[in-house]
Each structure stands twice: as C-alpha cells, then as structure tokens.
C-alpha cells in the first residue's frame, strides 16, 4: 500500500507541472505574457517646411526660379522668369509650399530632400527657399537658396493711343525669401528695402532698388532703371528676374528675383515680392 502511495504521488505532481507548461489549470494567471508589439519611431520626413502659404490656383501659372548657381552676371538653364507654365507641374505640399517646378515633363527641378524655407503667399503668390537638401540640380547648403515664386499670371496691357495719361504705381515689398549667398560662406541674411515703380501707361517698369544686410555687407545696394517687365535681364551689374502677379491690372503685384553683387559677400540671390498701386 505504501508504494501505490508513494506512486500515485510521483504521478499527480507530473501531471501538475504538465498542465503548467501547456498553460493549463484553469484560472487568470496561466501562461506568459505574450511580447508586445515594437512601435518604431518613424523615419522623419525627407522635405520639411518652415512657413505657410495659400497654394496658387490657376493655370497657367508664372514661376521664377532663382538657383543658387546664377550670378549677377550668367543666368544658368534654371534660371527661369514665365508667365506659362501648366499647373499640374507645380506641385505643392500640403503647407504650400513648392518643391517642384517645371514647363513640361522633360525639365522639372524638383526638391528631392531638405527643407523650404521662408514659405508665404496669399493665393495671388507662393515664395520660398530650397536649403540644406538636394535637388535635381545638385546639392544646397544651409547657407545657400534657390528661391521660387509661383503667382497668377497678370499681363499688362501697354496704351499706347494718343493723349493717354501715363500713369504710374509705386510699389513696395510685403514678401521677400531670405538673401544668400551663392558661395555659402555666409549665413542668410535679410532684405532691409525693397521699392518699385511700374508705369501702368507703358507696361514698363521703371526702377526698382534693393538694400540688403548679409555678412559684413549691412547695406548692399542694387538699382536698376528703364528696364522690361515680365522676363530675364540683365542691367545695371543685376541678374533679375521679373513678373506681374495678380488680378488685378491696376494694382499688380510684382515678382523680383534677383543676383546682385555685394561688397564683402559676393553674388547674393533672392526674391521679392512688391504690391504696387
């Protein structure tokens, strides 16, 4: 009798630790916890935005495009003023702001990673700064810019009948994209003044005048009189680029990009955007 004891002892405690290991037994507390799943941090955006804009609606649509690799005296293949380009080659992120530009399929500069930067607009106009990325042009540092505006395109009308009155709007800055230098030794720096003067009579602009603090340079200047709207010029030691925005005829807005020497920082790029009336 001791024996079928001491037996069915032996046989009850391997049984226990059977259903032990299946997670048998009954009860709440059976079994391991199963591993939760990882949450991974997700990778941070390849293009990141600093800004906001309304996107241009319309099509066509006027772009200038200012690389970072234009002087004040050579324009470069991407260097662009046009009042034609389809829409659906603009692209837009959901901050409006550009990262892609382009007159058909076979020319798009696009922002491939980096960020843009000084991003604004209203709807009449989009601006802002490619930087510390990579496009389909090459590599941009922190300290360089290819600066864009996109707008409604607005084409004004030359009256040229007899006796007309020439009238003329003075226009001045309300957007601007930070200047660079196209070396990249220099931090950006900031558009102090920008002014403008269009004759509506005529369709011609004027002057305009910038002063700009960048580097060493607190007040470079650049001015440029008698010159066309609506196109890529150069006059007066400036490389400029330049379109009317808008709907409205009698008081457009006008889009300066711009490549201007300075005394102590080089060739410095950047875009500006005047309301005139």
């Known amino acids: 009798m001791q024996k079928t004891n001491i037996a069915l002892s032996t046989l009850s405690a391997a049984a226990v630790l059977a259903l032990a290991a299946c997670g048998g037994g009954g009860g709440d507390g059976g079994g391991s916890t199963p591993a939760q799943p990882s949450n991974p941090t997700p990778p941070a955006p390849a293009i990141t935005v600093q800004g906001g804009a309304t996107a241009v609606a319309g099509d066509p649509l006027a772009v200038v495009f200012v690389p970072h690799t234009e002087t004040s005296t050579r324009p470069v293949l991407q260097s662009i003023s046009h009042a034609a380009f389809p829409a659906a080659l603009q692209k837009a992120t959901a901050e409006g702001a550009y990262t892609q530009v382009g007159i058909d399929a076979n020319s798009l500069i696009t922002l491939t990673n980096g960020q843009v930067v000084d991003v604004s607009g209203n709807g009449d106009f989009a601006i802002g700064r490619w930087t510390d990325g990579t496009s389909s042009i090459g590599n941009v540092s922190v300290n360089q810019g290819d600066h864009y505006a996109v707008g409604k395109p607005l084409k004004l009308i030359p009256d040229l009948s007899v006796g ?59 001015t440029v009189t008698g010159t066309i709207l609506n196109g890529l010029f150069n006059s007066n030691g400036v490389l400029h680029h330049v379109q009317t925005l808008g709907t409205n005829t009698a008081s457009p807005y006008l889009a300066i990009g711009y490549a201007m020497p300075t005394p102590s920082s080089g060739d410095v790029t950047g875009i500006v955007i005047l309301k005139c009336q």
């Open 164 to 222: 007309a009155p020439d009238v003329k709007a003075s226009c001045s800055a309300v957007a601007s994209t930070r200047p660079t230098a196209i070396s990249g030794n220099f931090a950006p720096g900031k558009l102090n003044s920008a002014t403008a003067v269009v004759d509506l009579t005529y369709a011609t602009l004027d002057r305009f005048s910038l002063d700009v603090s960048i580097g060493s340079d607190a007040n470079a200047t650049a």
